[in-house]
């Protein structure tokens, strides 16, 4: 089975978001805390060789404990990326997927659409996802934008043999929110009470509530 991801037509470059969400400096823990991996299985991703269980949440991954390695909120997506795909398929095409140039153009388009909590609309920039499809022998990603679109895409499908209809809804919009909402919440919680604006404060007390709502 071929495990080559092409480049989706179509895709664009936006790296018009603010440089924090591509700059190091969450610590393992943190990685653990903020995507749900558990620590036995980071520590096998970033020390076992790439090809064989390794994967390349940084970009300097080199094998070893990696103890030292900090990481970007971009590294937090790929990590809940790949929880997400390891369910569906190998960590070989999933580490290819997240290591595509395209991966990170798809991960700025839905930030561009996802805006600030204050200012999205609701659930809108979860209608943003990729999807994992074989074709011709090879494993094709194609970034949908709107409900509309994924339709299009299932009716074009249902012609197929039924060996070529399954694909894979990787969900990156939802991913990029849910990781862009944790690390707000990590940054305001390490801010000093007398620190915090009154936005930030109603935004704890609003994730604080909606956590014990869940217990």
Request: hydrophobic share 40%.
């Amino acid at each position: 089975m071929a495990s080559s991801v092409d480049k989706a037509e179509g895709s664009c470059d936006l790296f018009s978001m603010k440089e924090d969400f591509y700059t190091p400096k969450f610590e393992r823990a943190d990685v653990v805390e903020l995507t749900g991996v558990s620590p036995g299985t980071l520590a096998n991703w970033l020390k076992r060789p790439i090809g064989k269980g390794g994967i390349s949440i940084t970009p300097e991954h080199i094998g070893g404990t990696g103890n030292r390695r900090l990481f970007s909120a971009f590294d937090l997506v790929k990590a809940q990326t790949v929880l997400h795909l390891v369910e569906f398929t190998g960590p070989a095409l999933a580490d290819e997927l997240i290591s595509s140039a395209n991966f990170r153009e798809w991960v700025n388009l839905s930030l561009e659409h996802r805006g600030s909590a204050e200012t999205a609309p609701p659930e809108e920039h979860q209608k943003h996802f990729a999807i994992m499809y074989k074709h011709g022998g090879k494993f094709v990603v194609d970034y949908i934008t709107s409900p509309a679109l994924l339709d299009e895409f299932k009716r074009a499908r249902e012609s197929l043999p039924d060996a070529a209809k399954p694909y894979i809804h990787i969900p990156v919009g939802a991913i990029v929110d849910n990781v862009a909402q944790q690390v707000d919440l990590w940054e305001i919680s390490r801010k000093a009470p007398g620190d915090r604006t009154q936005a930030e404060r109603a935004i704890l007390a609003m994730a604080k509530h909606r956590a014990k709502g869940a217990e």
